[in-house]
């Protein structure tokens, strides 16, 4: 199985031939084609966007404003204004429940979230509901590390506001059923938050007919850069939320005394937005849309089966979560007893990149009984022989270590 | 390629293996917890003091192999030395980890680590009990908790 993309497509993987990268996970690499469109924004049309009475102003605001088109297509929302562009997926969860959450959230009322949820979409929640005084309750898992949606089920209430839960898990890799969930939350009149980091590099989002009222994803897990992400919602509860920020851009009148708000998405976006960052989040959208998102989640599934079969027959590995068909291309496992952060460093003495920790969800971790995992994750510029490569090391490192 | 490492030699993997002094001393006179909040790392320094010199030494925790071949490494070595001495090897082995102090200027045992200072994510595991030390030492001796650190 060869690559979905060329490897000549990324600067930094040709000129470090051997180097395994199995951590898009973490951070994706960035194909030229998104850097090219940065750099070409800033040689070309330059400039404050929105309120410059000249012509390379207006240049500005317009690739700006064509940005958001992209990126609204690429997660199929048909309302471009219903696209926040943020800092990434942290800004985006952190804007949702502190502007949401401080003017919907009080005292009695419950806030639930799962217990694989990554800390971006943990702990913004459990403080929020400190502040509010309102209840914060966790959903256990399936033995996949999927929600139980029967335990959700039985769990929420007339007093269940907001149920916060990930599309794809970071650790596991699990795919949690939206669907399912968000009738549950419907049934009760609870909005639902999905943090899609893990989700919007790897399938369609199909924003529309998901039926969750806000997505949140970060462009640098998606072949974008850092610093750029969204927050997407349903036209009706975006239009109800206060301002997260308040000051430039976000404002249509300032009096001496009151203020009124722009409209979406600008009243969402306070201060000069990061064009270069939609910029090349647009490009990156642009990439994966000409590859096809059905070939890419396609691929990717079958490198984690297949890296599943090689690192779960080895003895005295444990891989964590769903079997190997139905796991986005995440692969988390713990060797033995050697600690997950020796693991990774052999494995980078041989140009191996995996992460190892904790992953930001020590939730997860004491759910799972254990400290830490290592962690493999895969995407298109990766091949059958990354494959190869960490299962011999795997292999090497169990002998060095002298397990079984 | 072969199943060798630059870092893990067999020394490292020995202790980490078989650490020595690992247990809990209930006579110690002075009980240290040291913390990597990073990466989980967690150790508990005992050491039984006799006026100056530490008469014993031993550790319990849970982390990775560099942090647990240091700590069993440490506890062997500091055996019978006074706070003095200790220091000292505290300041060469962090230095070492930091390569500021030259391979000849340790004992040999602790030459192993070489590795690590070319390893700047794996510094803190080596150097987690000898903090821990540091600070244990600067508390027997009536000094602030954490001093320095």
């Not at chain 1, 102003?57 to 929302?77: I, K, L, M």
């Not at chain 1, 562009?85 to 009322?109: I, Q």
């Not at chain 1, 990156?284 to 690192?311: K, N, Q, S, W």
Request: proline letters at 4%.
């Amino acid at each position: 199985m060869s690559a979905l993309v060329p490897r000549s497509d990324f600067s930094l993987l040709s000129t470090n031939p051997n180097l395994v990268y199995l951590d898009s996970a973490a951070t994706a690499q960035k194909p030229r084609a998104v850097l090219d469109a940065m750099n070409d924004f800033y040689e070309t049309d330059y400039a404050n966007p929105h309120r410059g009475a000249y012509a390379l102003s207006a240049r500005a605001t317009e690739r700006y404003a064509s940005a958001r088109g992209a990126v609204a297509r690429f997660f199929g929302v048909g309302d471009e204004a219903c696209v926040i562009f943020t800092r990434g997926t942290t800004d985006s969860l952190n804007m949702v429940a502190s502007a949401w959450g401080r003017a919907n959230l009080g005292a009695g009322d419950e806030v639930i979230v799962t217990g694989a949820e990554h800390h971006a979409n943990f702990v913004p929640w459990q403080q929020i509901a400190i502040e509010r005084g309102a209840q914060f309750t966790i959903c256990p898992l399936a033995a996949d590390g999927r929600a139980d949606v029967e335990a959700l089920a039985t769990l929420v209430s007339g007093r269940t506001k907001v149920i916060a839960f990930n599309h794809v898990s970071n650790v596991l890799g699990a795919i949690n059923p939206v669907s399912e969930i968000v009738a549950i939350a419907r049934a009760v009149g609870a909005l639902t938050v999905c943090d899609g980091a893990q989700a919007a590099p790897h399938m369609f989002v199909a924003f529309d007919a998901l039926g969750v009222d806000f997505y949140a994803a970060s462009a640098h897990k998606m072949l974008g850069p850092m610093g750029t992400g969204v927050l997407i919602g349903r036209r009706e509860v975006l239009d109800a939320m206060p301002p997260y920020q308040t000051g430039g851009d976000m404002i249509a009148f300032v009096g001496d005394e009151r203020t009124t708000w722009n409209v979406l998405p600008h009243r969402l976006e306070a201060g000069t937005p990061n064009v270069a960052g939609a910029v090349g989040l647009a490009a990156a959208c642009d990439y994966l849309t000409a590859i096809g998102m059905d070939a890419v989640a396609a691929h990717e599934r079958a490198l984690v089966r297949l890296a599943y079969e090689r690192v779960s027959a080895l003895d005295d590995v444990r891989v964590h979560g769903p079997s190997g068909s139905e796991r986005s291309g995440v692969l988390s496992f713990t060797v033995g007893d050697i600690h997950p952060h020796d693991l990774a460093t052999l494995l980078d003495e041989r140009g191996i990149c995996i992460r190892a920790g904790h992953h930001c969800a020590q939730p997860l971790m004491r759910r799972l009984g254990v400290a830490a995992t290592a962690r493999a994750s895969f995407y298109i510029y990766n091949d059958e022989n990354d494959v190869d490569q960490l299962a011999e090391a795997l292999e090497s490192a169990k002998r060095v270590f002298a397990v079984a | 390629m072969t199943d060798t490492s630059a870092l893990y030699q067999e020394v490292i993997l020995d202790h980490n293996r078989r650490p020595r002094n690992f247990s809990v001393m209930a006579d110690a006179t002075v009980e240290e917890r040291g913390v990597n909040p990073l990466c989980g790392d967690e150790l508990t320094l005992y050491l039984r003091m006799d006026g100056d010199r530490i008469a014993d030494a031993s550790f319990q925790g849970s982390g990775c192999a560099i942090s647990r071949a240091s700590a069993s490494m440490m506890t062997s070595l500091v055996k019978g030395k006074t706070r003095a001495e200790a220091d000292v090897l505290v300041e060469q082995f962090r230095g070492l980890a930091t390569g500021r102090t030259a391979m000849d200027d340790l004992p040999p045992a602790l030459r192993a680590f070489a590795g690590v200072a070319r390893l700047p994510q794996r510094v803190k595991c080596a150097v987690l009990a000898w903090h821990t030390l540091h600070s244990a030492l600067a508390e027997g001796a009536g000094g602030a908790e954490g001093a320095e650190r």
